[in-house]
């Protein structure tokens, strides 16, 4: 019987060790879906790291567009 209350012990402190250790969702960090959503405000580009490309690469040849 102690054997019995031992063993769920330890399965039970396994899965509660375990039970968050899954890799985060593809995705779910925004700053992973690219150009469309970095340059898509100065907000966006601050929070990914992306200031400097998206004045360079998006917002500078768009204004010569116009």
Known sequence: MKLAIVLVIVVA???LTFADSSPPLVGANKCTWGPGYWCASKENAVECGTLKHCETE???KASKLL
Do not use: E, R
């Open 13 to 15: 402190i396994f899965a």
């Open 58 to 60: 998006v917002w500078n």
